[in-house]
């Protein structure tokens, strides 16, 4: 925000590299780039390497990613956008927005682990 | 510059996600499994971003404009909408399910083998396949 008056939004960033717009493309990529190489560097320092676990089955990997990247564009923002930029600016659709994906989030989680068991 | 900076910024973001383990799948779907072994220490993570974000804002928001551009973009709609909800919802669905948002999703692709690749191609399709759905 600071340097360059933009929301770190995630998703809104990603999708943005889908539809490329002339001279709205490069920081984009850059970004991710950033992120992409974070693990890497804690790798690297700490001589770590950072934990991924996926103790879920991979259908759900899928049919997640989906939904999150749908979801995301639908609702106009995810974690980063709506749940830290937006609610830090008291905006009442972030608020709204992010009460609704940790709300609906909490619940996916207990159905699958408490009441199916996965 | 514009490029290098933005990069900078996407790899300070991203060093915070893999530090706080907001990259590790287990541990957010631990955080969300309230009904289980709860690990509420992602509810720091939420709140310190949130803490620095709020202050760092009203800082920087008094300024004419940001550093290395001409004018602030800031989501201009206030309208609290059905795309907005319905979209959100899904979205939380997909958040407990993968364990994975897209932040993390792409902070993880270098170090979490093939898994995160397919999430992130899942994501994109999803992404791509909002445009042709009106709610």
């Given at each position: 925000?600071?340097?360059?008056?933009?929301?770190?939004?995630?998703?809104?960033i990603?999708?943005?590299?889908?539809?490329?717009?002339k001279?709205?493309?490069t920081?984009?990529?850059?970004?991710?780039?950033?992120?992409?190489?974070?693990?890497?560097?804690?790798?690297?320092?700490?001589?770590d390497?950072?934990?991924?676990e996926?103790?879920?089955?991979?259908?759900?990997?899928?049919?997640?990613?989906?939904a999150?990247?749908?979801?995301?564009?639908?609702?106009?923002?995810?974690?980063?956008?709506?749940?830290?930029?937006?609610?830090?600016?008291?905006?009442?659709?972030?608020?709204a927005?992010?009460?609704?994906?940790?709300?609906?989030?909490?619940?996916?989680?207990?159905?699958?682990?408490?009441?199916?068991?996965? | 510059?514009?490029?290098?900076?933005?990069?900078?910024?996407?790899l300070?973001?991203?060093?915070?996600?893999?530090?706080?383990?907001?990259?590790?799948?287990?541990?957010?779907?631990?955080?969300?499994?309230?009904?289980g072994?709860?690990?509420?220490?992602?509810l720091?993570?939420?709140?310190?971003?949130?803490?620095?974000t709020?202050?760092?804002?009203?800082?920087?928001?008094?300024?004419?404009?940001?550093?290395?551009?001409?004018?602030f973009?800031?989501?201009?709609?206030?309208?609290?909408?059905?795309?907005?909800?319905?979209?959100?919802?899904?979205?939380?669905?997909?958040?407990?399910?993968?364990?994975?948002?897209?932040?993390?999703?792409?902070?993880?692709?270098?170090?979490?083998?093939?898994?995160?690749?397919?999430?992130?191609?899942?994501?994109?399709?999803?992404?791509?396949?909002?445009?042709?759905?009106?709610?």
């Open positions: 925000m600071a340097l360059h008056g933009r929301i770190a939004g995630i998703s809104g990603v999708a943005g590299v889908l539809t490329p717009v001279g709205d493309w920081w984009r990529i850059a970004f991710m780039a950033g992120l992409f190489f974070a693990p890497l560097i804690v790798w690297l320092v700490t001589a390497k950072p934990q991924v996926f103790a879920h089955p991979l259908w759900m990997t899928i049919i997640g990613g989906l999150v990247g749908f979801g995301a564009r639908l609702g106009g923002g995810c974690t980063s956008g709506h749940g830290v930029c937006g609610m830090a600016r008291f905006s009442k659709r972030s608020i927005a992010t009460v609704t994906f940790m709300g609906v989030a909490f619940v996916t989680v207990f159905v699958l682990h408490q009441i199916l068991e996965f | 510059m514009r490029i290098l900076s933005t990069f900078l910024v996407g300070i973001f991203g060093l915070g996600l893999v530090i706080s383990q907001m990259t590790n799948p287990a541990k957010i779907l631990a955080f969300l499994d309230i009904g072994n709860w690990d509420p220490s992602l720091i993570v939420m709140g310190a971003a949130l803490a620095t709020m202050i760092g804002y009203r800082f920087i928001l008094r300024r004419p404009k940001p550093v290395l551009e001409t004018a973009h800031i989501p201009t709609k206030t309208v609290i909408d059905r795309p907005l909800l319905i979209g959100s919802a899904i979205f939380g669905l997909g958040w407990g399910m993968a364990g994975l948002c897209p932040g993390p999703g792409i902070a993880v692709a270098a170090v979490g083998g093939i898994t995160p690749l397919i999430f992130i191609l899942a994501m994109v399709l999803g992404m791509w396949g909002q445009r042709f759905v009106k709610v």
